[in-house]
């Protein structure tokens, strides 16, 4: 997240994670630092920081 | 002129020297990578640390256009698991995040969080269903923990037929086999920690 809304904040960011309690699969897409894409649509996320 | 004895003991000693240089030789021998295989590791020894990056072997050996297998993965995995000194992210990160797959380490994952939570240990069918592969994927990525030593056969557990390696089941539980892959539209991948 920090590279997301930081030194990335230009780009356009696919990050490919999962659910650290099981074993479901979760894709983020990010353009210029701002969500634009949930995998699934359930997915929570949190932005903080700072 | 040396006598017969020191002669022999002479000969002892070198025997002895020849033994110890036998013995040691191997284990850096099974460590030595081809030209490819050194190419990946040093990709991987620089790209570590930057953005965060704890890139595994198989992103690296993409990127470096690399022909992969899972015995070519394996060998570099195996150097990086006996060579922790090669990189701090190895050290604070652990072998493991990164010389498996995303594929494996979720397979791993479904062995686990099953035995931790006490339910019967999932059939091949099932951990294909629940990682989203093939069954022969999940039985390739089965194998692979088996050789890494984080599974080990047991027929009496039903199931797939392996059993955690108990370290693995202790090993920080929701911080453990995770992965977090970027992709960037240049075609740049890694992963964060």
């Known amino acids: ?23 479901a699969r979760i894709r983020l897409i990010f353009d210029k630092g701002k969500v634009i894409s949930e995998e699934p ?8 920081g700072g | 002129m040396l006598s017969v004895r020191c002669k022999y ?3 002892l000693a070198a025997s ?11 284990a850096v021998n099974q460590g030595q990578l081809n030209g490819q295989e050194q190419k990946v590791i040093d990709y991987l020894v620089n790209d570590w640390g930057q953005d965060f990056s704890v890139t595994s072997v198989d992103i690296a050996m ?10 070519t993965r394996f060998r ?60 022969s994927q999940a039985k390739r990525g089965l194998v692979m923990l088996e050789r890494y030593e984080i599974l080990k056969p047991d027929a009496k557990t039903g199931g797939a037929g392996y059993t955690v390696v108990p370290h693995y089941i202790k090993w920080e ?15 740049r991948q890694f992963n964060t920690n």
């Open chain 2, 62 to 71: 993409t990127a470096l256009r690399v022909e992969q297998s899972d015995e």
């Open chain 2, 76 to 135: 570099m995995g195996s150097y990086i698991k006996a060579h922790p000194e090669l990189h701090e992210v190895i050290r604070r990160w652990g072998w493991v995040t990164l010389v498996l797959t995303a594929d494996e380490k979720l397979i791993a994952r479904a062995l686990i969080n099953a035995e931790r939570e006490g339910k019967p240990e999932p059939t091949i069918a099932e951990i294909a269903k629940a990682v989203g592969v093939s069954e």
């Open chain 2, 173 to 187: 539980p929701r911080l453990d086999f995770v992965f977090h892959k970027v992709s960037l539209d240049n075609g």
């Open chain 2, 9 to 11: 003991s002479l000969m």
């Open chain 1, 41 to 48: 649509a359930s997915t929570v996320f949190f932005l903080g």
């Open chain 1, 1 to 23: 997240m920090l590279l997301v809304s930081g030194k990335l904040t230009n780009e356009k960011v696919t990050i490919d994670d999962s659910s650290p309690e099981s074993t």
């Open chain 2, 16 to 26: 002895g020297l020849l033994l110890f240089a036998r013995t040691a030789g191997p």
